[in-house]
């Protein structure tokens, strides 16, 4: 499956988790669930609510504290604030901005919506001054949560802290987040964790982002729009004015874009489009329904057991390192984390020379990183990146008694195997390395048990 967002009024960690549960609402109680897991309190709501603007109808996902709902708090710029009314805004969908040893701000009381059990222990929620980085982290750790989404929610948390820190000139571990927002954003970020797990998409793409316009109050002052660690977290995302102003891409939302790496368009394979799901912000926006839709398409091939996903290829060509210290640099290379595979041929460069041309495929996310090891490793001048989708068949480990690995492949009409050549090389001479391999080939295309070990 691939998953396309359509940032039509913007994007937050909210509107994100409202889309992704608008197009699977049977999935909102596990969300919640994790979400709670989290260590939320009893007196934060937690809850999906049906939504209607007048022109699309979609949910919301609601996150309040039920205090300040008791007290009727509202925020000076709430639901149906017109971004035209002060020439500064506030948060537009709900969020947290972290700070290097300084609190962040968070506009929004939203409506309450399915309250936890009475008898439910906070865990946090009437904490007060900063949440560290380093807490938060620790406290998603220790979070009774499934490892994949444990570790999502933290990756996520931790791109904003680095933001935040790159716009402080500050360390990391110097980050903190105001309380206010750490429940808010923890809700957001561990359920978008969770859905992206469950949903389990081959690949994402993204539209065009609405970058907006004007300035934002913060604890510290006005900052314009987008705040500078959003601005940090869109490098290399397509971003356009669309003429409505106000804050449309908050830090959280970003961070769960730079987080899932997507790809900037649809590409050219057929998909069939399925599914459609539509996350509300809260705030009003003139002629423009301030939502997020997503698109669900199920790839061409899935049913044979083809898997579609995006990689980018570096490609470059030397003339100008001996063999020796290029192979070197090629085996370095090859240990570059989000590196899949190094390939090296020959071709006739310019005036007539031997030259070695190199192709690297590395996972998108790690493309600029694999970039700088290629000039750094390679006497390169120059780098292509090209970002291209493939088909990738079904795989699954196998490992017989005797400790032989073997790798089973799914074809669209068959079952094929093959074994580790490392595995085989103690065997003595070419025909017991033979006899070895389809002893073990033989014997995991045979067990429909999974094999020891496997």
Same mark, same amino acid.
């Given at each position: ?26 999935? =909102?109680?596990? &969300?919640? $669930? +994790? /979400?709670?897991?989290? *260590?939320? %309190? !009893? ?5 999906? #609510? ?16 039920? =205090?300040?709902? &008791?007290? $009727? +708090? /509202?925020?000076?710029? *709430?639901? %149906? !604030? ?5 020439? #500064? ?19 929004? &009381? ?345």
């Amino acid at each position: 499956m691939h998953l396309h967002l359509d940032a039509v009024g913007g994007i937050a960690g909210d509107m994100f988790v409202a889309a992704l549960l608008d197009l699977r609402p049977d999935l =909102a109680a596990g &969300a919640i $669930g +994790a /979400a709670r897991a989290a *260590g939320l %309190g !009893a007196d934060i709501d937690l809850g999906l #609510e049906p939504f209607d603007d007048g022109v699309l109808t979609g949910s919301r996902f609601v996150v309040a504290r039920a =205090a300040d709902e &008791a007290r $009727g +708090a /509202a925020p000076p710029h *709430g639901p %149906g !604030a017109s971004a035209s009314d002060h020439g #500064e805004f506030s948060n537009a969908h709900g969020h947290a901005h972290g700070h290097a040893d300084a609190p962040p701000h968070d506009h929004e &009381a939203r409506p309450v919506h399915a309250r936890p059990p009475a008898d439910q222990t906070p865990a946090h929620a009437h904490d007060h001054g900063h949440v560290h980085w380093a807490a938060l982290r620790e406290r998603l750790a220790t979070a009774p949560l499934a490892a994949p989404v444990r570790e999502r929610a933290i990756a996520i948390f931790a791109g904003l802290a680095e933001a935040e820190a790159r716009v402080h000139g500050k360390p990391v571990e110097a980050v903190s987040f105001h309380e206010v927002g750490a429940w808010d954003s923890i809700a957001d970020i561990v359920a978008a964790a969770w859905l992206i797990e469950a949903l389990g998409a081959t690949s994402w793409s993204v539209g065009p982002l609405p970058l907006g316009s004007g300035r934002v109050r913060t604890a510290h002052g006005l900052l314009p729009v987008p705040a500078p660690a959003t601005v940090l977290l869109l490098e290399g995302l397509p971003c356009f004015d669309d003429g409505h102003a106000g804050e449309r891409i908050t830090p959280t939302g970003a961070a769960i874009l730079k987080h899932l790496a997507p790809g900037t368009g649809l590409g050219t394979a057929p998909r069939v489009l399925g599914r459609v799901g539509h996350g509300f912000g809260t705030r009003r926006l003139r002629g423009l329904s301030n939502v997020l839709r997503v698109l669900a398409f199920d790839d061409a091939g899935a049913s044979a057991g083809i898997g579609i996903d995006q990689v980018t290829r570096l490609a470059f060509e030397i003339d100008d390192q001996t063999p020796e210290d290029l192979a070197l640099g090629l085996e370095r290379l090859r240990a570059v984390p989000g590196v899949i595979d190094v390939t090296q041929g020959t071709v006739t460069a310019k005036q007539g020379r031997q030259a070695a041309t190199v192709r690297v495929l590395a996972e998108v996310a790690a493309g600029e990183a694999v970039a700088a090891a290629c000039f750094r490793e390679t006497t390169t001048l120059g780098v292509r990146l090209q970002r291209l989708e493939r088909r990738v068949l079904q795989r699954e480990p196998w490992v017989g008694p005797d400790g032989t690995r073997v790798k089973r492949v799914r074809r669209p009409d068959t079952v094929t195997a093959k074994a580790e050549l490392a595995d085989l090389a103690e065997a003595d001479g070419h025909a017991a390395r033979e006899a070895r391999r389809r002893t073990a080939e033989d014997a995991a295309l045979d067990d429909t048990d999974g094999g020891a070990g496997a």
